[in-house]
């Protein structure tokens, strides 16, 4: 809840629940509330303040896993009128990811930034890069498939955490995509949080048809003056084709990459639009949200109490229940 410009936790159910295969409830909690309230506390003097609103967060990578029902607000959907009541909202990741080395979003930002001030188009690396785990889809299998021995790939599968595996000497770190002119993109479970890294760098992106939205994916351009990508088929099997292509239009690759970086890195992924996409998103619910929050309610003996806990007190305690003070 948002009541007169301060966020309020009115229930956090069981995230342990929801989480036990990612592990990382605690990052995703903490993330997304961390940017709701920068959102609020940022918020322009001569805005008015945002309105008084109450709504569900889904914090995992399937939404319906977590609710099946009602109207909420989630990382991701699919296109079709049976997601229509999931309102797109921006990844944890953009406060903070620590399995990918990202320990806030800015300083991920700045670290590329700097990178490709020391890189130019001209003296990257010419292949396509990936990394991933291939057993989370099929068309990763097919991926590496298709461009192994390929002398224009570095694509390779990776194994975390497994020191016994050949595949775990493969790993890369964000930063080092950058120094790829060709970057590959891959869904998992469902979107795949890797995207908006790949965003940051100056490098052509290479993906399949995108199945799952995220709230800046529409800004994604195939074609005209604008295009920030290159699209390869469901199984990338033309991925051969469109590789031999731009090594010879190599200024057509060098256009998608700078577009893409101008669009996202320099504009729509920076901390400001995101905290303002928020900001936007919290004025459109209250449009339509139909009815009054309250933040105090009587209890049985008629004394009113806050119905929620401040996300302070939230975050400095959770997972125990604040409200209990020792």
Known sequence: MVYQGELFVVDSGKPERCYVTNGNERERILGTLAQIDRALSSSPTFDPSVPNIEFSLSLDDLPRRSRGKGTFFGYTRKEGREYNDIWMM??????????????????????????????????????VVWRGKVKMAELRKELVRVSEGKPWSDIKPVVINDAADPHTKDVMNLRQFCGYKYTVQTEGTSYSGR????????SALITHPLEWQEFH??????????????????????????????????????????????TFARRYLTPAAVTCYWRRLFWSWASVQGYEPQLY????????????????AFAANWPKDPAIIP
């Open 195 to 202: 995207l908006k890294y790949l965003q940051l760098c100056r």
């Open 217 to 262: 994916t529409h800004l994604m351009r195939l074609a005209g003056p604008d295009v920030n990508y290159i699209e390869a088929s469901e199984n990338f099997g033309n991925l051969e084709s469109a590789m031999e292509y731009y090594q010879v239009h190599d200024d057509e690759a060098e256009r998608i990459a700078r577009n893409s970086y101008e």
């Open 297 to 312: 309610v009587p209890d049985e003996q008629g004394n009113m109490v806050m119905r929620g806990t401040p996300w302070t």
């Open 90 to 127: 921006p990844n944890y990741a953009y406060w903070s990811w620590n399995y990918t080395h990202a320990p806030s979003w800015n300083s991920i930002r700045k670290e590329i930034e700097q990178r490709e001030t020391q890189l130019p188009w001209a003296k990257k690396d010419p292949r």
